[in-house]
């Protein structure tokens, strides 16, 4: 963020111009609930007609800059994160809750998301292909899509939006993109970094504001040739139909419901980690959280009495205290959800081991105890749904067929963990888990930003994100033929 006061007006970016918006919003911090980020502005369907628009002016002239011109200004922007990193991880701390060490994580994760895909932008794919008749070359080119419409989740507010704006831009489209209502002062922070990276006006355009008004408008918008949106199942699917009805691109990442496998010949102290950072760090917050412990029965007693040992010890703390393991919840809406879910677990005669209590610190703030339920079964709605929250179930299995059939049994299939010292059990879950990505060994959360991510079933819907296959969302491919 650039030296303003915490009380002054944070605009929107369309054309090249910051831009007030219709009204403003206050930013809350939830470590704090005294403490304003900043105002922040809230668009409406005439600005997003033109940012689209500008896009759309914009996107020939982005498209023709060489390769070279694009891979510099995606590393400007890097470098650019990098050097103030830890400022904009105090930013993302107090606005969405994370830790400061997280924070800073997700803020490096950001900036080599920029610089990996400057160097994507000099090696974008295409091939020749043999002649199938006789004179006749044939060559597949790979070509920007055009204006992509990019709204994204609360969850990680400035990694999410790096891994969709960055490979957008090094193809050569343009963007409009809508951060998450709740957090978007690290979007902000970013996108007044993109400003000064020497694109052309209106190639990059913030338009923020409720979804319901921006991101609505977004769906609507027949400029928009291509969107990709991250966040809750219920919304995903009105993005995609919304997406059919004008024959526009779609890529959806949507929610989790991910296993973490541990059999009777788990390491226990790397099984109880692992479950520890997959359920609970990050405030369970992530759409690949382990919110399901799938416990063979041999080890199923040692685990959860380790468990509860290891969860007594975490500290719940404003997230910027140098001790603080694990931050707030990120609103009084998110809060109240996780309760009412630890209340149906109770309902539904699940044991509440230990954790799910309101706690008090020295700022007034959603802190909730990490919760673990125990002698679960895998039909019950804390089992079946996503929480999103810093609450896991464990559920005991007579065998690895039987928690192979429990990992499975979801509609979620985004991430699939498993501790085990076999390489025949590992081996197979790799192959048989019905999940986009694959763990062993290690927590379910967290991924490298050059590598893919997606799932399968109602976690994700079109081509992946991340890594060069991210080119299959943001490019079109081209077929030429030529007579020699």
Request: hydrophobic letters at 45%; proline letters at 6%; aromatic letters at 6%.
């Amino acid at each position: 963020m650039t030296q303003r006061d915490s009380r002054s007006m944070h605009e929107n970016f369309i054309a090249g111009r910051w831009t007030a918006g219709e009204s403003a919003s206050p930013n809350i911090n939830p470590s704090d609930l005294q403490d304003i980020v900043g105002l922040y502005a809230q668009g409406n369907a005439a600005q997003v007609d033109l940012a689209v628009c500008a896009a759309q002016q914009a996107q020939p002239a982005w498209a023709a800059a060489t390769a070279q011109q694009r891979a510099d200004a995606l590393d400007a922007i890097g470098i650019e994160i990098q050097a103030r990193q830890q400022a904009l991880a105090e930013l993302l701390a107090r606005e969405e809750g994370k830790t400061l060490p997280e924070a800073r994580g997700e803020v490096e994760r950001a900036a080599r998301i920029f610089r990996f895909f400057a160097g994507e932008a000099l090696r974008v794919p295409g091939e020749r292909l043999p002649m199938g008749r006789p004179g006749i070359d044939v060559e597949v080119t790979r070509e920007p899509v055009g204006v992509i419409g990019i709204i994204t989740p609360w969850n990680f507010p400035i990694a999410i939006p790096a891994w969709k704006i960055a490979p957008a831009l090094a193809y050569g489209n343009s963007v409009v993109f809508k951060p998450a209502d709740l957090v978007p002062a690290s979007a902000w922070a970013l996108s007044e970094i993109i400003s000064r990276a020497g694109l052309p006006a209106g190639t990059f355009n913030l338009v923020m504001g409720r979804g319901s008004i921006v991101g609505q408008a977004m769906l609507e918008h027949p400029g928009i040739q291509a969107l990709s949106f991250t966040g809750s199942a219920a919304t995903g699917q009105r993005v995609a139909q919304a997406a059919a009805a004008r024959l526009a691109k779609v890529q959806l990442e949507m929610g989790g419901k991910n296993p973490l496998v541990i059999l009777d010949d788990a390491d226990l102290d790397t099984a109880v980690e692992c479950a520890i950072n997959g359920a609970f760090y990050a405030t369970g917050q992530r759409c690949t959280a382990s919110s399901r412990l799938i416990v063979q029965r041999g080890i199923y007693p040692r685990f959860i009495a380790a468990m509860q040992q290891r969860m007594q010890s975490l500290r719940v703390d404003h997230a910027l205290a140098p001790d603080a393991q694990i931050g707030p919840v990120v609103d009084e809406r998110q809060l109240e959800q996780n309760l009412r879910y630890l209340q149906i677990g109770r309902d539904e005669g699940a044991r509440l081991l230990c954790g799910g209590e309101r706690l008090t610190r020295a700022t007034p703030g959603h802190y909730l105890s990490p919760a673990l339920f125990v002698d679960c079964d895998n039909r019950q709605r804390i089992c079946q749904e996503e929480i999103f929250g810093p609450i896991a179930a464990a559920i005991p299995v007579a065998d690895y067929e039987q928690a192979l059939a429990v990992a499975n049994d979801t509609e979620y299939g985004l991430s699939a963990g498993i501790c085990t010292t076999s390489l025949k059990h590992a081996s197979h879950f790799k192959r048989a888990a019905q999940a986009g990505m694959v763990m062993v060994n290690c927590p379910t959360a967290g991924v490298d930003f050059h590598a893919p991510f997606g799932g399968r079933k109602a976690s994700s819907y079109g081509p992946r994100e991340q890594g060069r296959y991210a080119a299959e969302f943001y490019t079109t491919v081209k077929t030429a033929y030529t007579s020699c």
